[in-house]
Nanobody, 115 residues
Framework: QVQLVESGGGLVQAGGSLRLSCAAS????????MAWFRQAPGKEREFVAV????????RYTDSVKGRFTISRDNAKNTVYLQMNSLKPEDTAVYYC????????WGKGTLVTVSS
């Protein structure tokens, strides 16, 4: 059973930056694809970014390309999401996801971007 704990959310002005962290425990971290999703008020949860366990390749949703960077530190069992040039439409609860056949989710961290 994998446990995920997100941190790093908060209130930031448009154009600012935040770095989210997700600490994993209870599994072999390096064997999991690690991803970030987000859910804005009144909307469905959506994919943001993923970093695969084997090749370490990355993929982003179009709206964050060039602004967000996902990275992972397998030695620290942690995945990060560096978010730059934040926009009000990035406001959401951000969730960490671990996947290897099954999905595991954290409880989320709130990011609020003011205009």
């Amino acid at each position: 059973q994998v446990q995920l704990v997100e941190s790093g959310g908060g209130l930031v002005q448009a154009g600012g930056s935040l770095r989210l962290s997700c600490a994993a425990s209870g599994g072999t971290f390096s064997n999991y694809n690690m991803a970030w999703f987000r859910q804005a008020p009144g909307k469905e949860r959506e994919f943001v970014a993923v970093k695969t366990w084997n090749s370490g390749s990355t993929r982003y949703t179009d709206s964050v390309k060039g602004r967000f960077t996902i990275s992972r530190d397998n030695a620290k069992n942690t995945v990060y999401l560096q978010m730059n040039s934040l926009k009000p439409e990035d406001t959401a609860v951000y969730y960490c996801n671990a996947n290897r056949g099954m999905d595991y989710w954290g409880k989320g961290t709130l990011v609020t971007v003011s205009s």
